[in-house]
């Protein structure tokens, strides 16, 4: 089993930064990608980007591609959402979830964090 839990999210204006942390644990999280996804109001949930725990290669929406970086710290058991440039359509709730493969679809990430929340205003 593997759980997660986000945090980070809150309140910032467009054009600013913000630092979204996912905290894994569990007996066998190394052998998962560990994705982000977003669902804003009205919004089905996106794939925003996922990243491979072993070897850290990642992978980007679209529209996030050159605005948005996940990472991880092996020694925190933490993966990392860096949001730079942020847009008011960013807003939404965002999930980290864990896959045995690196997935853009949401039915491949059987474990999911309770999401935190980004609001950005114009």
């Known amino acids: 089993q593997v759980q997660l839990v986000e945090s980070g999210g809150g309140l910032v204006q467009a054009g600013g930064s913000r630092r979204l942390s996912c905290a894994v644990s569990?007996?066998?999280?190394?052998?998962?990608?560990i994705g982000w996804f977003r669902q804003g109001p009205g919004k089905e949930r996106e794939f925003v980007g996922c990243i491979t725990w072993s070897l850290g290669s990642t992978y980007y929406a679209d529209s996030v591609k050159g605005r948005f970086t996940i990472s991880r710290d092996k020694a925190k058991n933490t993966v990392y959402l860096q949001m730079n440039s942020l847009k008011p359509e960013d807003t939404a709730v965002y999930y980290c979830?864990?896959?045995?493969?690196?997935?853009?679809?949401?039915?491949?990430?059987?474990?999911w964090g309770q999401g935190t929340q980004v609001t950005v205003s114009s």
């Open positions: 979830a864990a896959s045995a493969r690196v997935d853009y679809a949401d039915y491949s990430y059987d474990h």
């Open positions: 569990g007996r066998t999280f190394s052998r998962y990608a």
